[in-house]
């Protein structure tokens, strides 16, 4: 069956602009995450969405960095007024459920280079 | 909170060699590990997971690991490395603060050696 699938898969942006990077998670799978992927740090968390609750933001970095999730499905991570140090990859994933032992599956991520 | 270290950043193996990687975690509640890998170029995909049953874990690929609370320890072994194990791995810990995060550790990168 389909996968994660994000967009773009990779993104070049100026200093200052505003990007926004898509997730299609599994279908049916009402747990969602983001993360970010830089060189030699590992994954960081964002943001994590499960169904309709609230989601957990407390890994986003700034106020620059925002996400939704529409109709528990499709997800969107928005970053205002690029700066250098967003240059990483962004990785979503998505789980069955809400419970720590789900396995979660990757998006194949968005590569961003902020110039 | 609960957190993640991988001893090694870097460990390079010959093939057919033991493969170690460290992975100690911290947490005041009993936690759920698990071990992703992630090959060149490829998306992160699950290597195994510890979910309170069976203390030794096995998983894909010939890969095994030990949960050792005492230790709070949790590390990845494989008896014998091939060359398609090169890759980069992850140890992650989840718990429950009123929902489940992962956090994850830095990653340590698997060289293999002809």
């Known amino acids: 069956g389909a996968g994660v699938s994000q967009s773009p898969s990779n993104k070049v942006t100026e200093k200052g602009k505003d990007v926004e990077l898509r997730c299609d998670p599994i279908?049916?799978?009402?747990?969602l995450y983001w993360y970010r992927q830089s060189l030699g740090q590992g994954l960081e968390f964002l943001i994590y969405?499960?169904?309709?609750?609230?989601?957990?933001k407390s890994g986003l970095p700034s106020d620059r960095f925002s996400a939704e999730r529409t109709g528990g499905s499709v997800s969107t991570l928005t970053i205002q007024r690029t700066q250098q140090e967003d240059s990483a990859v962004y990785l979503c994933?998505?789980?069955?459920?809400?419970?720590?032992?789900?396995?979660?599956?990757f998006g194949p991520g968005t590569r961003l280079l902020v110039l | 909170a609960q957190s993640v270290t991988q001893l090694g950043s870097h460990v390079s193996v010959s093939e057919g060699a033991l493969v170690l990687l460290r992975c100690n975690y911290s947490s005041s509640v009993p936690p759920y590990l698990f071990w992703y890998v992630q090959y060149p170029n490829q998306g992160l995909q699950l290597l195994l997971k510890?979910?309170?049953?069976?203390?030794l874990v096995k998983g894909i690929n010939g890969f095994e690991a030990e949960f050792k609370k005492s230790e709070t320890s949790f590390h990845l072994t494989k008896p014998s490395a091939h060359m398609s194990d090169a890759a980069e791995y992850f140890c992650a810990v989840s718990v429950n603060t009123g929902g489940f995060k992962t956090i994850f550790g830095a990653g340590t990168r698997l060289f293999v050696k002809a």
């Open positions: 969405f499960q169904g309709n609750s609230a989601p957990d």
């Open positions: 279908s049916g799978h009402t747990a």
């Open positions: 994933a998505s789980s069955p459920g809400q419970y720590g032992q789900e396995t979660q599956y």
């Open positions: 510890y979910t309170s049953a069976a203390t």
